[in-house]
C-alpha cells in the first residue's frame, strides 16, 4: 500500500507567489518524521526540512514551511514567495520509528513537479 | 558536494548481464540507503545498511543483492538485467541521528540504461 501520495504531479505558479506542495501519509505508528527532498534539474537530491510527529510546532526553515495536520495525516510544503530557482521536483518523506525492529526506512512519494513562471 | 560519491556515474549494457554499483559515503556516516528512481515512480527504497548490517529492506528484487563492507563503503549488485532496471539509482548516507530527521546526504547517482 502507498504509504506517502502527491497528488499533483505538476504544478505552475507565478514567480513571487506562494506554493503549496500537497503530501499526505499512512502510517498507524504514532512515532515518525516527515521530510521534504528538492531535486533540480541537475539530479541532485537537496534535504529541506522536517517534522516530527510529536513537534507540536509546524517546521520551518527560510522560505520553506511544513504545514502539518496529524489528524488529516497530512504534511503540506509551503514555499512563499517563489523564486524561479525553486523550478524542481519535490518530494515527500516518511520515517516510521521502527526502533524495536531497527527499522529506519525512509519511503518517498512519487513528487511533483513545479515550475516557476516568470 | 554532498560527499558521498557514486561510481559509474553512467553504465550501458545488456539484457542479461550483471553490473556492480559502488557507494563510499560520508566519512562518518555508518548508514547508507540505497534507492532506485525510474521516470514515474519516484524514489523508490531499495535497502538500508548499519555499519555493516541489513537494517531494512524495500521492494529490492531477488536478482539484486547489496552489502556494506568493513570500511563503510557499499555495493549493489544487479544481475541478470532486465529493460526494466534501467533508472537512476541513488545512494544516501546519514549519521543515526541524521536518519531520525530525514537529513539523507544523496550521491549524484548511478544512471543504468539496459539495452
Known amino acids: 500500500a502507498q504509504k506517502i501520495t502527491q497528488t499533483q504531479p505538476g504544478m505552475f505558479v507565478q514567480e513571487k507567489e506562494a506554493v503549496t506542495l500537497d503530501c499526505t501519509y499512512d502510517?498507524?505508528?504514532?512515532?515518525?518524521?516527515l521530510f521534504w527532498y528538492k531535486q533540480p534539474s541537475s539530479g541532485e537530491m537537496i534535504f529541506l526540512i522536517y517534522?516530527?510527529?510529536?513537534?507540536?510546532q509546524n517546521a520551518t526553515e527560510g522560505r520553506y514551511s511544513l504545514n502539518f495536520q496529524k489528524a488529516r495525516k497530512s504534511a503540506n510544503l509551503v514555499i512563499s514567495a517563489s523564486q524561479l530557482g525553486d523550478s524542481a521536483m519535490y518530494f515527500c518523506?516518511?520515517?516510521?520509528?521502527?526502533?524495536?525492529?531497527?527499522?529506519?526506512?525512509?519511503?518517498f512519494g512519487k513528487g511533483t513537479r513545479l515550475h516557476i513562471l516568470p | 558536494d554532498s560527499g558521498v560519491t557514486q561510481t559509474p556515474k553512467h553504465l550501458i549494457t545488456a539484457t542479461g548481464q550483471r553490473v556492480t554499483l559502488r557507494c563510499s559515503p560520508r566519512?562518518?556516516?555508518?548508514?547508507v540507503y540505497w534507492y532506485q528512481q525510474s521516470l514515474d515512480q519516484g524514489l523508490q527504497f531499495l535497502i538500508q545498511y548499519y555499519n555493516g548490517e541489513e537494517r531494512a529492506k524495500g521492494n529490492i528484487l531477488e536478482r539484486f543483492s547489496a552489502q556494506q563492507f568493513p570500511d563503510l563503503h557499499s555495493e549493489l549488485n544487479l544481475s541478470s538485467l532486465e529493460l526494466g532496471d534501467s533508472a537512476l539509482y541513488f545512494c544516501a548516507s546519514s549519521t543515526l541521528a541524521g536518519v531520525r530527521t530525514g537529513e539523507l546526504f544523496f550521491g549524484e547517482g548511478s544512471r543504468l540504461t539496459v539495452l
Open positions: 517534522q516530527g510527529s510529536y513537534d507540536e
Open positions: 502510517t498507524s505508528d504514532q512515532s515518525y518524521g
Open positions: 566519512s562518518g556516516d555508518l548508514s
Open positions: 518523506a516518511m520515517r516510521e520509528d521502527r526502533t524495536m525492529n531497527r527499522d529506519d526506512k525512509i519511503i
